[in-house]
């Protein structure tokens, strides 16, 4: 089955620095990327969709400069937070559609950013 | 945008007996579909049912879909310690795009 990876699994920083978390499709090339959020006991919220060689589309209310969003191969998709803050603090889970597959989604395992 | 609701958002069962769980939603849809996700971990895909189907099984689970009631439900028969999950569905209106219910936190006890 199509599997997608996600970069780091975990990780800590520090109030305003930034970080990077990276979602791969690994035996699939993917058109679409999705990013979503998800804090802790609820659902997730789509942050963005990432369509490969062209900018991302944010949903309302999401900072397109704060969370930067890079789809450059079919097979990677980067979401950079900058000048990190706590409340930035969430899981972050990537998905990924394949082209000609319908509208199944392949989830990433997520990345658990603690801001500090 | 629409959100999808579920309930209960909490459900604690023993092992063996059936797992039933709803969810609601707003607008039109082209498809619902059902996501399991284990605590801190991605979600991993169970099923899809289109906008004019009403039933489908897949092993031990069953999905019905009511548009007329902008509902469906997921059952899973038999349930076993590892099916203690929490479960989304999730709703698709165009472009691809998901939006997730609240989820239902499934228990099953041993």
């Known amino acids: 089955g199509a599997v997608v990876s996600q970069h780091p699994s975990r990780v800590i920083c520090k109030s305003g620095t930034s970080v990077k978390i990276e979602c791969r499709s690994l035996?699939?090339?993917?058109?679409?990327m999705f990013w979503y959020r998800q804090f802790p006991k609820q659902s997730l919220m789509l942050m963005a969709t990432?369509?490969?060689?062209?900018?991302?589309?944010?949903e309302q209310g999401v900072e397109k400069d704060k969370f930067l969003i890079n789809h450059a191969s079919l097979t990677l998709s980067t979401l950079t937070v900058t000048s990190a803050h706590p409340e930035d603090s969430s899981f972050y889970i990537c998905s990924a559609r394949a082209p000609g597959t319908g509208t199944e989604q392949y989830f990433g395992p997520g990345t658990r950013l603690t801001v500090t | 945008s629409q959100q999808g609701e579920e309930d209960p958002q909490a459900l604690s069962i023993q092992e063996g007996e059936n797992a039933t769980m709803n969810c609601s939603y707003k607008?039109?849809?082209?498809?619902l579909q059902w996501y399991r996700q284990n605590s801190g971990r991605g979600l991993v895909h169970l099923i899809l049912i289109r906008s004019n189907e009403r039933e489908k099984h897949s092993g031990r689970l069953r999905v019905t879909l009511d548009t007329s009631k902008k509902s469906s439900s997921l059952l899973i028969t038999a349930s076993r310690a590892a099916d203690t999950a929490s479960y989304f569905c999730?709703?698709?209106?165009?472009?691809?795009?998901?939006?997730f219910g609240k989820g239902t936190k499934l228990s099953v006890i041993p």
């Open positions: 990432s369509n490969e060689g062209s900018k991302a589309t944010y």
């Open positions: 607008t039109s849809i082209n498809n």
């Open positions: 999730a709703t698709e209106s165009g472009s691809y795009q998901l939006t």
């Open positions: 035996d699939f090339q993917a058109t679409t």
